[in-house]
């Protein structure tokens, strides 16, 4: 097992030199840099048949599997960076709230929270709990492309606290918000509890080896500016405070913040904290950067759909996109969302030929 620290100059440089490192940081490449949220998933049949062996948690903690599977995406599709197979929700698991995978449903979470008394009974959890995690990161590191980096993250407290209070997925989040208005001391006490493990966990997969981390605030689009800035702005400001103050010795470490629906509420994410900023679809992209500001990298935002169309479609919506940004530095080609289930792997590849080949200066 290595450690970042162990990487040797060569590595390091190359890694600090890679087109996506190079764009988180807003400097100019010599292409545009593409990864793609859930690039590692079942739209890709050697992912399937894992699946078809071990449940999505039995893999989460096989750092062997966990390696096998993060590296598929960059060896099958060509991508600038892979992401550490995880999950949001593990943090939910090692808190003993009863999380498991429902085939068709998604994820359940038995002893969903309503009252102080349910939170008082979740286990308080470390880092070291999600060893597996770590473990992972250092296997996956080694056996990575030198020049690849490699992506941490976690969920942002308020898409974790509604999983743990909706006790799975929700469309209108309604019983969060109501938990969040009616019972706000609970509500603070478990946003509090959740960053306060989660700039530790982030810092703890920095130290295993990644070189970027993603906090993803899924959900949180569902708020209006105001309670975004009462209810979630602190504690997600806490968590980029705490990784920065502690990345600083090692180089810096890019945090991207991500969520969808974020259009009203980018200036308050940018001053949570973030040097990039995923965006979903639901605005044009070039929008979007200019109420972030050209300060800070931008990363999105084709709609995953778009992936199900032809190749036709497929390339007008792209070079929508690359126009949009074109002539700028910072921007990292994604998806708005991650890669749906019945995607085409054909398709997919098709995506990133593309935004290798024009992005950049057409
Ligand atoms: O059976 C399966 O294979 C289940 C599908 C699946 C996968 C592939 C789940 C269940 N989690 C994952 C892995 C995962 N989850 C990754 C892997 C790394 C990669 O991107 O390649 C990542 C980054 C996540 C993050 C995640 N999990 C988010 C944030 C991103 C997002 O989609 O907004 C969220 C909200 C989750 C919760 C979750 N886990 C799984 C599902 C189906 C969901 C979403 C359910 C819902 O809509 O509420």
């Known amino acids: 097992m290595i450690n970042l620290s162990e990487l040797d100059n060569n590595q390091k440089t190359s890694l600090a030199n890679s087109a996506f490192l190079k764009s988180c940081r807003g400097e100019s490449t010599d292409h545009k840099p593409i990864w793609l949220m859930r690039q590692a998933g079942r739209y890709q049949k050697e992912f399937q048949n894992i699946r078809k062996k071990v449940s999505l948690l039995e893999l989460c903690k096989r750092p062997d599997l966990v390696s096998e599977v993060t590296l598929l995406p960059v060896q099958q ?82 898409t974790l606290v509604s999983y743990l209070v909706e006790g799975g997925s929700t469309r209108d989040f309604k019983k969060t918000k109501l938990f969040m208005y009616k019972q ?31 906090l993803f605030d899924s959900w949180v689009g569902c708020l209006s500016p105001s309670d975004y800035k009462q209810f979630v702005l602190p504690y997600s400001k806490k968590i980029f405070d705490n990784v920065k103050k502690s990345t600083t010795s090692i180089s810096h470490i890019p945090a991207i913040h991500f969520a969808t629906s974020s259009y009203g509420l980018l200036e308050l994410m940018r001053e949570a904290g973030g040097d990039v900023f995923g965006v979903d ?17 931008i990363q999105g935002n084709l709609d995953p759909h778009v992936l199900f169309a032809d190749k036709k479609m497929i390339l007008e919506k792209t070079k929508e996109i690359l126009r949009a940004t074109k002539d700028k530095h910072g921007h990292i080609f994604n998806l708005g969302h991650g890669v749906l289930p019945a995607t085409s792997v054909d398709n997919v590849k098709y995506l990133v030929e593309i935004v290798h080949d024009l992005g950049g200066n057409k």
């Open 184 to 214: 706000s001391d609970v509500f603070h006490a478990l946003m509090e509890t959740i960053s306060e493990f989660t700039w530790r966990y982030l810092n703890e997969q920095i130290n295993a080896g990644v070189q970027a981390i993603q």
């Open 77 to 158: 599709l060509n991508v600038d960076a892979a992401i550490i197979f995880a999950d949001i929700l593990l943090p939910l698991d090692a808190m003993g709230a009863g999380l498991s995978y429902v085939e068709g449903k998604g994820p359940v979470i038995e002893n969903a929270v309503s009252s102080l008394a349910d939170m008082a009974n979740l286990k308080t959890i470390e880092p070291n709990d999600l060893n597996y995690v770590m473990d992972a990161i250092k296997l996956t590191r080694q056996n990575l492309k030198a020049d690849i980096p490699l992506i941490g993250f976690a969920g942002a407290p308020f």
């Open 281 to 297: 679809w639901r605005a044009p992209i070039d929008n979007a950067w200019q109420k972030i500001g050209h300060d800070r990298a």
